[in-house]
């Protein structure tokens, strides 16, 4: 008898289907290089760079693609549209380049004191450590509401590119208790590592100098020794064995380190993806073949996954729930009695079903009483 769990994994061809970021400090080239990445892989029109929060790097990049996030309100209405409209309006939509995850953050946290003073209206708060009891529950639920919106988003196939930045930390090795240096996030660790476990491949851009020692002539005492910078160069940090760099790749082959280019970031990630998949057994197709059966199989997915009917989306449910009490008054009987054969094709009993019945049925009764 056949065994109806466990399946061997394929390795998947596409650069852009692995949870990919970037961190490096301000003005580096990160959203620069997110950019020419996305447009080599899938044209101007595959990717929209969200411009989040008091993040301005899009500023000075001719012809980028991009989108203002100054609020949760402005994400959510965003992500949505997208989701909604996958097949349509954004056929050619690929990816989205979060620029940058530490304003995400900040725009969540206004969102979650939101939900929990919604849901706790005696016990109001106005600190994110507060909320939903402390202990960091708060935190937990901006983690929540952000990866819920970005598995969303790669459900209906669209991809996700991290920036952040980056600052130098002071770490303590938890064996020796020895302290060290590391180019890491200037978010907490919390945030931080919230995201970094979900990446496939986590690149660290930095400068890299050359800096040569002279011996310096003193007037008065000993001769000075001082460090003068002979070259520097920016490079992209994949995988560093001295972790002094909080970079990470789940691909063991990966290119140690490239210079801060888009054809070389591309180059690393695809040369990895090529060795692992030489290394899984039994392949019958060569890597292009394989490459366009992946990319039928994932447009079937797409499809399906816009056109499931059973999507909830709680809050939307309620908007439109008070929406359908505005319009049901001036409403034709015409309109009111499709109202009825949508209540009952989605077993609706009244509209306090918010967190089960699914988003379209309160979207068709919109649509119905709306003519």
Not at 147 to 154: C, F, P, S, V
Request: aromatic share 8%; glycine share 6%; charged share 30%.
């Amino acid at each position: 008898m056949a065994r109806k769990f466990g399946k061997k994994n394929k390795i998947k061809v596409n650069p852009l289907d692995y949870n990919t970021g970037i961190i490096g400090e301000s003005g580096i080239g990160k959203t620069t290089l997110a950019k020419e990445v996305c447009e080599k892989l899938v044209g101007e029109d595959g990717y929209i760079i969200l411009n989040i929060g008091k993040e301005d790097g899009i500023d000075a990049i001719p012809n980028a693609s991009y989108e203002d996030v100054p609020d949760w309100t402005t994400f959510d209405e965003i992500t949505k549209d997208i989701i909604k409209n996958r097949t349509t309006d954004y056929a050619d939509l690929k990816v989205l380049v979060y620029d940058t995850f530490d304003e995400l953050i900040k725009i969540t946290e206004p969102e979650v004191i939101r939900l929990h003073n919604k849901a706790n209206p005696e016990k109001r708060v106005n600190t994110i450590k507060a909320a939903f009891g402390g202990f960091q529950a708060g935190e937990d639920k901006v983690i929540e509401l952000i990866l819920e919106k970005m598995w969303k988003l790669k459900k209906v196939g669209i991809s996700m590119f991290i920036l952040g930045h980056t600052k130098k930390r002071t770490m303590t090795d938890v064996v020796t208790g020895l302290e060290y240096d590391m180019l890491t996030t200037n978010m907490t660790h919390k945030y931080f590592n919230a995201i970094k476990t979900k990446l496939h491949v986590l690149g660290v851009a930095s400068i890299n100098r050359s800096i040569e020692k002279k011996t310096v002539k003193q007037k008065i005492g000993p001769d000075k020794t001082v460090g003068t910078v002979v070259d520097e160069s920016r490079i992209i940090t994949f995988r560093d064995d001295n972790f002094n760099i909080d970079s990470k790749s789940r691909f063991s082959d990966i290119t140690p380190s490239i210079p801060l280019d888009p054809n070389e970031f591309i180059k690393a990630i695809e040369q990895a993806i090529h060795v692992a998949f030489d290394k899984q057994k039994n392949n019958t197709n060569n890597i292009e073949e394989e490459r366009k059966e992946q990319e039928q199989i994932k447009e079937i997915q797409i499809h399906n996954e816009v056109n499931n009917s059973s999507f909830i989306d709680k809050e939307e449910n309620e908007r439109l729930a008070e929406e359908i009490k505005t319009l049901f008054p001036n409403a034709t009987d015409e309109a009111k009695g499709e109202m009825k054969k949508i209540m009952d094709q989605f077993n609706m009993k009244d509209f306090k079903g918010v967190d089960i019945v699914p988003t379209t049925a309160f979207e068709k009764i919109v649509e119905a009483l709306s003519n």
